[in-house]
DNA sequence: GCTCGGGTTTGCGCTGGATCAAAGTGTCGA
DNA sequence: TCGACACTTTGATCCAGCGCAAACCCGAGC
């Protein structure tokens, strides 16, 4: 691992306040892996025997039903842990995470976290703190896909990933990774051809520009109004 | 606090293995209050002053939309904890709170809360563990709404009611609290019509049998059937 | 015992989106 | 350069469940 890295990593909030030697000392216990795009990181169902630190690409965490069907319950940026069900007392996943480009990773085997949590307060305090929010932001999305309609769903969607990845071109806000219409579909509950119809439908309005696996957003405001509720029909 | 409710009260998951002295100390900081059936225990947005242990009765955890609709997230039972957003970061309620029959809760004043952690670690622990229940029932939730009909993600609500409070009678498994058709569509993004049309069939096939805000699950086997995918139409 | 009000049932028409089907179109490997 | 495949668009049809409206029923309080 080359210092660059070491000095980027070291700014990550899990770290925060952490002495360089107690960072060393973290860093040295966790593996550094690589994922090519599409590989899972990890199970659903699988045995929780490690949790992970996302250090570069996107990652995708998603649940399956029974009967096959996908849901993306978030994207995962650089900087973010994963797989934390073992600190949470859970011995297996939840969900698969699957790398929606090519990632590295820092894996720690998770029989370490009790040590690690309580060596390292600001790790312990950071991670519930991150399970906090996403709680939240999961209950956040009940409530939409419980009284909202799919175009604002779609919108919400696509503005939470805008805000949450979203890199700056000058066309608009691009969401710099590849996203299908597919994935879009399982992000808000709805099926690919609806995603379709309402993409063109904002390229006609000038709310978005999208292509092949991409998406940009033109007009962030226009698209807030319409994911809250009611936007003239213009 | 008369001697028996202490004794119940140290059998609960967020006291295990605390000395008895310091389960005192611990009591002693906090306030019981009682709260009445229809009354907040604490409102959305509302500064997150304090948590809560509920005692005693139900409460429903609440959000409301900007347009007035309302969603319930959870239903809280005796002995567990509830507005623990200031345990995670948070410095406001995200949810509302409201006593579903009259409610017994101990409050505790939230700045409190990282002394006690630090004290108690099964406090910390046993909330973690809860919080990391709670995201992981909410996930499955988002899955639920993404990709079943309503008649399923009623069926799945109710037999979840029904693990969590679900009393033995002579008819069957009652949900020992007052609940409406309107809560149970609040609990799966439906409206009550739907749910009324659904008991009523159900009742007919001897699946349940439901009154004025009460429902009791006479086969809870063939209402899981019902809840997972394709059950047989007869 | 009667009345009033909140909860419930039920009918009916309508529509948002799913489903099915088929025809583009951009991209990558050979 | 040429497929071939994966992603996307678009059309046509259908139906689960919503919205509206009205009647009903039960329990609480007078």
Redesign the pocket.
């Known amino acids: 691992m080359s210092r660059l890295d070491r000095s980027l990593i070291a700014g990550l909030p899990v770290f925060q306040g952490m002495a360089p030697e107690d960072l060393d000392r973290v860093l040295q216990q966790a593996r550094s892996l690589r994922i090519a795009k599409d590989q899972a990181v990890f199970e659903q169902e699988g045995e929780a025997h490690s949790f992970f630190l996302l250090l570069d690409g996107h990652a995708r965490v998603v649940k399956t039903t029974p009967d096959g069907q996908q849901v993306i319950v978030r994207y995962i940026s650089p900087g973010e842990l994963m797989g934390i069900a073992h600190a949470l007392g859970r011995s297996t996943y939840p969900a698969s995470a699957v790398a929606a480009v090519d990632c590295v990773v820092l894996a720690w085997p998770g029989h370490l976290w009790p040590e690690l949590a309580e060596s390292f307060p600001s790790f312990g305090t950071s991670t519930y703190k991150t399970v906090g929010a996403r709680l939240q932001e999961t209950q956040a999305r009940v409530v939409e896909l419980a009284t909202?309609?799919?175009?604002?769903?779609v919108a919400h969607a696509l503005l939470r990933l805008v805000k949450q990845t979203g890199k700056k071109t000058d066309e608009g806000i691009l969401i710099d990774f590849?996203?299908?219409?597919?994935?879009?579909?399982e992000m808000?509950?709805?099926?690919?051809?609806?995603?379709?119809?309402l993409?063109?439908?904002w390229?006609e309005k000038g709310l978005v520009k999208?292509?092949?696996?991409?998406?940009t957003v033109v007009e962030p405001h226009r698209l807030f109004v319409l994911a809250e509720g009611r936007a003239d029909k213009s």
């Open positions: 909202e309609q799919v175009e604002q769903r590849p996203i299908s219409r597919q994935d879009i579909a808000t509950g709805t099926t690919l051809h609806t995603v379709s119809r993409l063109t439908a390229e999208s292509g092949r696996q991409k998406v």
